[in-house]
Every structure is written in C-alpha cells, then in structure tokens.
C-alpha cells in the first residue's frame, strides 16, 4: 500500500505534516509511559516502602487515564481533535512540572497526585491521537496506519527507559533498601532529600519541551474533524450502540487486560531480573542497572517487532496476528513461571517482541465498525488502560511474599485473554 494511500482521505486531503506532528504526540507519552515504570523501584527505596506500596505509583498513574477519558471524549466532541490534544499538553506539562514542589515537600503523596494530573493529559493525547490518526486516510488502511503511528510510541519509551536509567537510577544513592532501613531519622531525610532531586530534574526539562510542542501544535492549521467521525452529540444513544457491539465490547475487555500484562511484564522485569542478580551475589544498585538494561533490550524489541508488524499487516489479517502474538506472548509467559533464573529473565524480555502490535491491532478492531461513535468509543478503550492500576499491585502482593518468577501467572491470564478476543475476531459480527 502506498504511504499517499495511507495519510490521504477519498475526497484529496493529505494529513502528512498533521501526522508527523501527531505522531510525535505518541512518543512523548511512550516516553511518560517507560520513565514510569522504575519509579516503584526507585520510590519504594526512596521512602522506604514495600512493592506494593510503590506499586501505588501505577496506581495513581493509571488511575488519571481513566478518569479523564469520558471527560476527554465529550470534551473532543465538543470542540476538536485539535483542543483535545492541546488539553492534554497542557495537563502532562502540569503534572511533570508539579514533581518540583513535591520534592520540596518531601512526602510520596504529592508524587502520586503529579502522576495523576499528568496522566489527565495523557488521556486527553490518547483519546485524541487514536482515532485522529485512524481518520487520515483511507478505512481500510486504518489499522495500519495507527501501527505505523504507535510504532514511535516506544522510540519514546526507550528514551524514558534510558533516562531513567542513566540520570535517575546511576544517580542516586547506591545504598540497598536495607541498608537504608538502619539510618537514622536525619541521615534518612538528607539521603531523600538528594534522591528526589535526582527524579525531579528529568520531569522537569520534560515539561519545558512539551511547552514547545504545544506552541507548535497551536499554530499548525490541523483539520478539525474528519468526517466519517461525525454523528450524534447525545451520549446515552452513543453508549447503547457501542455496548450493542460485540467486537467493540469485547476489544475494551481485552485492552484491559492487554495494558495490565504490558505494565506488569515492563514493570517487575526490574524487580525479578534485580532478585536473579543480587542471588547471584551482585551489588543492589549494580544489579537494578543491569535489569534496566534488560528492559531497555525488550523495548529494542518491542520497536523493531512493531515496524515489522506493521509491514506484515500488508499480508496478513489482523485478528489472525493478533491471535498468534497473544499465544506467543502467554507461552513465553509461561516459561518465566516454569524456568525461573536467567532463562526466565531471558524469555520475559522476549515477551515485548509478542506484545508489539497489541494495543493498536486491539484498538482498530474494535473501532473498525463504530463509525460515528468513535470519541466515545476511543474513550472505552483508554478508560481500558485502567488495567495497568488494578492488577500491578496484585502482582506486586505475590512479589512481596517472596514468589517473584511465580508473580508472572498474572500475565500469562491477561495474555490468555487477548489471545480469546484475537479468536473471537475470526467470527463474524452479528
């Protein structure tokens, strides 16, 4: 398929310069998305806190994308694809920007609450982003067109992944959870002190360049609202339609559980790969680094299948890959349970390659037939990202009693379940 057919409508409008743009938007909250994830290590050394309760950064992370995805929806429909993306800017450079007084306060609740703004933004970027980038161009180009859009989502993701690695985990101090349990109360709070600084600088230069991008978004001249979008204003009717739909219906349920095995197998590789190597008599510190370096392994694969997903879709259906990535994926899953050590470490990190075209071939299949209802239903299937804040602290729980390679069952049954709406698909809708 041609890229002309890919970013141009039947009727001649071209979107490149608008999806270039746009397409940037899907790095920048790639990016959010994998500084993330080393901060329940980082926080639970930082205050001296269990998993679980540093999980509590997934939590509130997560949380954000599904409260504000309705009101990111209705809010869109009311005004533009453009406004809802310039919202969610605004709210992700708030949230970053807010990590400033919180390390001046020195307290884990105000973090969360940073989280939870920047996050807002996020799902306005999300709700906004998706189906603006299914709208350029040709329906039947759609699905690929969103997987040639998300795969710079986790170009993003390697460099929060980097950045997290290099300025927030080498830089802070090297002591072990438990050797930070035997300092006292002043030694404690200085040690915070210095650390949180060392997270805070990240955040920050983050918010300044997400103040240029929302100056450029502001002034390039985007379509407001692709046609083959358009319907009713009336929610109530909108909501039945979507629920009538069994693809639709189904895609959101799967979405939840494709987020949660993402956020789990991207989250606790630092906690699991960290147990191999200090087991193995290696540093805390040394060995978080080196489980970081591991992750940043599987987002090179996540990225390099995602392209490669894409080119395939040329050939292939996308329920039929979705349904294969998924079995492979719990397979894989499964070996981390079964094998434990390095090879469990080694078959988590080939897990990102299965988990590539995931989130976008969900996304499509389940609006390929909503038509009007689109905002809406994209609302759904962010408000579906909720399962990246319920089932990581479930996982986290298993892990603080000890069962790390165990933990890992939990998203062997989130990829079960994706690989079932991947079969689902082959049937027609009725």
Sequence with gaps: MKSSRLLTTKDGVRYLLPFILITSCFALWGFANDITNPMVKSFSKIFRMSVTQGSLVQVAFYGGYFCMALPAALFIKRFSYKSGILMGLGLYAAGALMFLPAARLGS????????????????????????????????????????????????????????????????????????????????FEALKASDLAVVVRPYAAIGLVLAVVFVLVLLLRIPVRQPVFEGSRRFLPTLRRLLANRSYREGVVAQFFYIAAQITCWTFIIQYGTSVFTAEGM????????????????????????????????????????????????????????????????????????????FPTIYGLALKDVGPDAEIGSAGLIMAILGGSVVPPLQAMIIDGGHVALSFLVPACCFAIVLWYGLRCFRPVE
Excluded: H
């Excluded at 969103?146 to 101090?173: D, E, H, K, T």
């Excluded at 002591?175 to 030694?187: F, G, I, K, V």
């Excluded at 090179?300 to 079995?327: G, N, V, Y």
């Design 283 to 358: 540093a805390e510190q040394a060995a978080e680094i080196l489980s970081q370096r591991l992750n940043i392994l599987a987002m090179i694969l996540f990225c390099s299948s995602r392209f490669l997903c894409t080119w395939l879709l040329k050939f292939f259906r996308p329920e039929r890959m979705l349904a294969a990535f998924a079995a492979g994926a719990l397979v894989l899953s499964l070996l981390v349970v079964c094998l434990g050590g390095r090879p469990g470490l080694y078959a988590l990190v080939g897990v990102s390659a299965c988990m590539s075209l995931m």
């Design 108 to 187: 884990y609740w105000p973090f969360l609450a940073a989280y939870f703004i920047l996050t807002c933004g996020l799902s306005f970027l999300e709700t906004s982003a998706n189906p603006f980038i299914l709208s350029m161009g040709d329906p039947e180009t759609a699905t690929r067109r969103l997987n040639l859009a998300q795969s710079f989502n986790p170009i993003g993701s390697l460099c929060g992944m980097w950045v997290a690695m290099n300025y927030i985990q080498a830089r802070m101090s090297p002591l072990s959870t438990a050797e930070r349990a035997l300092l006292d109360d002043a030694s």
